[in-house]
């Protein structure tokens, strides 16, 4: 008798036992949440977002303020526009430790006699689309100007009203710079707008409200193939280009998910992706294959040539008496009151 109770008892604590061991993994599993990867809705094509691997979970938001507090929120991975990347990149970001993913980046992206990302994000950031800025407009064929009046064009008077530009300060006086008379036009440009929100522009010129819009190219490319009132122009003065970043947040354990972005980058997905407007900064070759499914025209504005990248600018960070200065020319050439368009406020990029 003695005997079976103990083989019973026995039983009883490799139950308790192994119960235990369950609800510790049970509540290390709660405890491990999977790796996160946010971005502003938009900002990262939608087919590449379906392909993040296991376990890795997408997060969009509205607004970047959501993924961008201080400290930042707890995402493994954020998709940020180059300007809120460089807001205090130093101390927010770690490097994205992909050195294979960054030996394959065009040389120009780091070539600093050109339109490089900034220092700053070379080190913390990894480069995953640019697009450039450029102008788009549905004025007839017969009165459009031509292609060699270039920035100047949007001071044209029978665009007074009837622009948008976009919401950034920073981007419009880049843009300024190349008009005829430099930032000394700026407040003939302010005059112009009729709001400043480039993400809304293509509905407001579909809706006949405005007659052209300064956007970025990968939010017209859909609708330029089906869209034939559209038009647009790649100023040979050159322009600014929007860039999209990885960045893991100072304290994140999780390693970039490289097969993730090499598929980006690889047919069919690279193809699939230039269609909808967005390209990786890539070397020509690589993507020539992608580019041969688009219009000539068309990926000829997406991948610049190497004359009129040289053109081209990206935008630095701005230690603090940079920004005092651009925000008294802003301020200086503000509309008069009762003209000054809608948007418009100081941000990034």
Same mark, same amino acid.
């Given at each position: ?15 308790? &036992? ?10 290390? =599993? ?54 809120? @990347?460089? *807001? ?9 430790? @992909? ?13 600093? @006699? ?33 292609? !060699? *009046? ?11 009203? &009837?622009?948008?530009?976009? &919401?950034?300060?920073?981007?419009? #006086? ?23 929100? *480039? ?9 006949? *409200? ?41 304290? !994140? ?40 499914? $688009? ?6 504005? #997406? @991948? ?34 009762? $003209?000054?368009?809608? =948007? ?6």
């Amino acid at each position: 008798m003695g005997s079976a109770i103990s083989r019973r008892r026995l039983l009883q604590l490799m139950a308790l &036992s192994g119960a235990a061991s369950l609800l510790g993994c049970g509540r290390a =599993g709660e405890a491990a949440a999977p790796p996160r990867l946010g971005s502003v809705r938009g900002q990262l094509p939608r087919t590449w977002l379906q392909r993040l691997p296991d376990p890795w979970i997408s997060t969009s938001v509205d607004t970047v303020g959501a993924l961008t507090p201080d400290p930042p929120a707890p995402f493994d991975l954020l998709a940020l526009s180059d300007g809120w @990347a460089l *807001e205090d990149a130093a101390r927010r970001w770690q490097p994205p430790a @992909a050195p294979a993913l960054r030996a394959r980046l065009a040389p120009w992206v780091s070539d600093m @006699a050109g339109p490089a990302l900034p220092e700053v994000l070379l080190e913390r950031a990894l480069p995953v689309g640019v697009s450039p800025w450029v102008i788009v407009h549905r004025l007839p064929r017969r009165s459009a100007p031509p292609p !060699s *009046e270039g920035w100047g064009m949007l001071l044209d008077p029978e665009l007074q009203g &009837s622009l948008v530009l976009p &919401s950034s300060p920073r981007v419009v #006086m880049a843009l300024a710079e190349r008009l005829p008379n430099g930032l000394e036009d700026l407040p003939r440009l302010r005059r112009q707008a009729f709001s400043h929100d *480039e993400r809304h522009a293509l509905n407001l010129l579909l809706a006949g *409200e405005v007659l052209a819009a300064v956007c970025q190219l990968r939010w017209l490319v859909p609708l330029l193939r089906s869209d034939h009132r559209l038009q647009v122009l790649l100023p040979e003065q050159g322009t600014v280009l929007g860039w999209t970043v990885l960045v893991r947040p100072t304290g !994140s354990p999780e390693p970039l998910p490289q097969p993730w972005v090499d598929a980006a980058w690889e047919p069919p997905l690279l193809a699939r992706l230039a269609r909808g407007g967005w390209l990786p900064p890539l070397p020509p070759g690589d993507l020539r294959p992608a580019l041969a499914t $688009l219009p000539e025209e068309l990926a000829a504005w #997406m @991948a610049p040539s190497p004359a009129l990248l040289r053109r081209c600018v990206s935008l630095g960070p701005l230690d603090p008496e940079e920004r005092q200065r651009l925000q008294r020319i802003w301020d200086a050439a503000a509309p008069p009151a009762g $003209l000054s368009p809608r =948007g418009g406020a100081w941000g990034r990029p």
